[in-house]
């Protein structure tokens, strides 16, 4: 999965790179953080699903929003303090090719 994610990062499209360094960060932080919520293996848990196929129907865009931004009255706290714009894309991305 790291190659990929690796890779990922190099065919970001612009204005959505991330430093190979901070991809690192962010898998931890999808594995950990997100993984709390939505289970470790992404299949679901307190919140839904975030395997590709359960996001299919979102766009990258639209993603990246919940995450810097949440979902009111629910679970899902924003991470706008946290994660940049383009970070926030390149997670929405991360978790789309998965």
């Known amino acids: 999965m790291r190659s990929a994610a690796l890779l990922l990062a ?3 499209p612009a204005g959505a790179e991330v430093a ?4 690192v960060e962010l898998e931890h932080m999808v594995t950990q953080d997100c993984g709390s919520c939505h ?4 299949r679901g848990g307190l919140g839904s699903p975030l395997t590709a196929e359960a996001l299919s129907h979102a766009s990258p865009e639209a ?3 919940i ?3 949440g979902v009111p009255e629910t679970a899902m706290p924003p991470w706008r303090p946290l994660l ?3 970070e926030a ?3 929405a991305l991360y978790l789309k090719q998965d």
């Not at 190979?20 to 991809?23: C, F, L």
């Open 63 to 65: 993603l990246a929003a």
């Open 84 to 86: 940049t714009e383009e």
């Open 67 to 69: 995450i810097l931004d």
């Open 10 to 12: 190099l065919t970001l």
């Open 20 to 23: 190979p360094a901070r991809v």
């Open 89 to 91: 894309l390149w997670i």
């Open 39 to 42: 289970g470790l293996t992404r």
